[in-house]
């Protein structure tokens, strides 16, 4: 490609960085293209991004790892990277690895080696931009990151509609100025690279300059260096040489530095000159010499640039879009204060996920629209009836169990069944119910970390915890719970490969070899025959939060709730009164003997 980026190109960025994220889509609703940006990159929250585009709100995709949003995308071959300067390296490399035809790298500080072997690596496979850059632009296409400041700036730069002009320089500062300049003086540019004020930068200033002479849309070259390096000699020679025919225009900054001690540095780490060669006098003579257009101060840069735009013969025929074609974006945008993405009730169709809720009620199934709405997926259908028969299991447990006995009391205070049911519901948790999520984190943990079942046993004992999903009050390996059995039976029927469920029971041996109630219990058992059959079969982002989530506590609370109801429409049929506890069944004060 002649040109680094163009209208269709796309992007992952690396780095929740929100304020050049919506940069670059306000750059693209500017230049009428589609969205950029594709997907973010953030290794400690998977939630999605809400960015706008114009006045639109939408939600980005967020994942976990550079690889998974690369598999997701595969044909966007950009990457921007905000990595922090010590993790930037790493980043760098799994781009090049996942083949990313571009790297742009924002971060300032990498060290040096870690650059070198980014340029190693990349070499005919990668063009890298940066480190220390604010990246690059194709006037019209695609913008990186911040590159061209602020909305207002980026249309004075004109940088929304393709120029006649190729520019690269060092610092992202002052290449934000120079598009500003360049469009006050000419048509504006076609692209613009700002490779980094490093000493080892990814790219060199000669490598765009050779694209640029190979795109017919550019008529000219700007050059704006620095200080320091030995750059500006491959580019007096490709002039020399020809290969470099269409006019360049070239100003090394630093001329100021003859004025000051010696060996003094400018912003950038490369900004200082090691030799007299290295100086911008000398260097700024050796272009003009070669055949560049060099001005005798930067002052006069902009006339130069205007100059030489007029002598090219573009300015007659290029057909500029005025301001008031340019798309307004207003200020004052704010982020709604809801999100929802599992249904849609705007439009004459109501949906759950993206489909229509006449398409659920026709499959006669209510478990289906459990895994759109909790887990925006479909399921297959053993899985459905093996969530079913959960449902079925944990229904009800009697009347003497925490969520009855509230709902109860709270049904024969008078309490309407809505109000009665959230009793019930409010006494699930770690003692009641709640033992599902954790048993799935216990069991799931020691799966995943390899401890062996007689190891984890003795962990739980050495932190003084029981294992949650393991014990009953009443039932023991004599006298088993059926619910287990059932759901167990049906398990291993349908899945061959049950590792949770098969390390469970191997616990549940060491556990009723010391008391015969320390089975695996429903709680349990739902916990590990989930983990095996449910977990698989979610969406990837679903799975990494599985547990912090609560989705198993939810489904017990779902199917608990059909029997807390049953209880409380019970006493409302029953007309039962007030519950009082009886006196008898309760120690008073410390427990001393009555008259």
Partial sequence: MNTLFTRQTTAIIYGRKSVSIQRMLDFDYIAARSPSVVAIVDPTNGSPERVFFGTKEFLLPVYRSLSEAKSSHPN???????????????????????????????????????????????????????????????????RIGDTGGSNDHLTESKLHQAGCVGYVGKSGGLSNEMYRMIAEHSSGIVEGVAIGGDRFPGSHLMDHLSRFEKNPAITFHVVLSEI?????????????????????????????????????????????????????????????????????????????????FRKTGTSSILKLMRKKDTPYIPENRIHSHLQCTISDDRGD???????????????????????QLWWKTTLSKKTLQYLEMILCAVADHGPAVAGAHNAIVAATAGKDPIDALCSGLLTIGPRFGGAVDAAAC???????????????VDDMKEKGERIPGIGHKV??????????????????????????????????????????NLILNVDGTIAVTLLDILLPELPKDIQKTFFETGYLNGLFALGRSIGILGHVFDQKRLNAPLYRHPTEDILYGEGRLSD
């Fill in 76 to 142: 966007t071959d950009v990457l921007v990277n905000f990595a922090s300067l010590r993790s930037a390296g790493a980043v760098v490399l799994e781009g090049i690895d996942l083949k990313f035809r571009v790297i742009a790298t924002i971060a300032e500080g990498v060290p040096e080696r870690d650059v070198r072997i980014w340029i190693t690596k990349a070499k005919n496979k990668t063009i890298l931009i940066g480190p220390a850059t604010v990246g690059a632009v194709t006037a019209g296409a695609f």
């Fill in 228 to 308: 320091g390096g030995r750059e500006e000699e491959e580019i007096a020679h490709a002039l020399k040489e020809k290969h470099i025919k269409k006019p360049l225009i070239a100003w090394v900054s630093g001329t100021s530095a003859s004025f000051f001690p010696k060996n003094v540095q400018f912003g950038h780490a490369g900004a200082w000159a090691a030799n007299l060669a290295e100086t911008a006098e000398a260097k700024n003579i050796l272009l003009k010499k070669a055949g560049a257009l060099v001005p005798d101060t930067f002052e006069e840069l902009p006339q130069l640039i205007q100059k030489t």
């Fill in 349 to 371: 169709d109501a949906l759950y996920g993206k489909k229509s809720i006449a398409s659920f009620i026709n499959n006669g199934s209510v478990l289906p629209v459990l895994a």
């Fill in 442 to 456: 216990s069991f799931g943990d020691a799966v995943a970390r390899g401890r062996l079942p007689q190891e984890f």
């Fill in 475 to 516: 039932k023991t390996i004599h006298h088993p719970d059926t619910r287990v059995k059932a759901l167990l039976a049906y398990a291993k029927k349908n899945w061959r490969q049950l590792p949770h469920t098969t390390y469970a029971l191997q616990v549940e041996k060491i556990t009723t070899s010391k008391k015969p």
